[in-house]
């Protein structure tokens, strides 16, 4: 059972465009993570976000977890060749205790120059 | 700090054989994930181990086991492999494995079953 959606699945813009990312379930989480993953590497966590209606800002990368915390964005203005990858959100469900995330379907961006 | 070390890098493997996949956790943390990657189903938690002890498992049949060591080194083995288990294992280190902690994770095991 995939809890969580991504939404798009692939995305192939030009340099300097911005983009949204959105994930998205039915489920409360306690916590939402953003990773970007490299081919042939791991994810690599971009920001964690607890609070509902919480925003954070990384450069050029902006993340929003929603009010009910059932969803959050991401949101990257004029996008670079290095902000290509398989970004990936992911959610921590209250009463898990240890840590057991549950990743979304994927977002793979393609910047050109 | 060295990052999360995983060997070997690929493997291949033909189905009915059993398989051991090795990770070694940032220095000083304590917890130890796997995930399996694959395309169609994305990543999904196997299971987790905190001083050796495994607190938290995922939907995966009893083909799929793990331990972890009294060094936080940890290894999984699949056994009577089948053409599904062709996938990318991840393992994810993080201090004590709280809830929201951050998780490193490393680059991966890509394991084929042919």
């Known amino acids: 059972t995939q809890l969580l959606e991504q939404s798009p699945q692939f995305l192939s813009i030009q340099e300097g465009e911005n983009l949204t990312v959105y994930c998205n379930s039915s489920?409360?989480?306690?916590?939402l993570q953003w990773y970007r993953q490299e081919p042939g590497e791991g994810p690599v966590l971009l920001v964690t976000v607890v609070t509902g209606g919480e925003v954070k800002k990384l450069k050029r990368l902006t993340f929003q977890f929603g009010d009910a915390r059932k969803d959050s964005s991401l949101h990257i203005t004029a996008a670079q060749p290095g902000d290509t990858g398989l970004y990936l959100c992911?959610?921590?469900?209250?009463?898990?205790?240890?840590?057991?995330?549950?990743f979304g379907t994927g977002t793979r961006l393609l910047v050109s120059p | 700090k060295a990052g999360v070390t995983q060997t070997p890098r690929y493997l291949i493997k033909t189905r009915g054989q059993q398989v051991t996949l090795s990770c070694s956790p940032i220095?000083?943390?304590?917890?130890v994930s796997w995930y399996q990657q694959t395309p169609g189903q994305g990543l999904q938690f196997l299971f987790e181990?905190?001083?050796?002890?495994?607190?938290n498992k995922g939907n995966f049949p009893g083909r799929f086991s793990g331990r972890q060591f009294s060094n936080s080194r940890s290894e999984m083995n699949v056994s009577t492999l089948e053409l599904g288990d062709s996938a990318l294992y991840l393992c994810a280190s993080s201090p004590h494995g709280g809830t929201n902690e951050k998780l490193f994770f490393g680059s991966g095991t890509q394991l084929s079953v042919l």
């Open positions: 489920s409360v989480f306690s916590s």
């Open positions: 181990y905190f001083s050796e002890t495994q607190r």
């Open positions: 220095s000083g943390h304590r917890s």
């Open positions: 992911a959610g921590a469900k209250r009463g898990t205790g240890f840590q057991k995330l549950v």
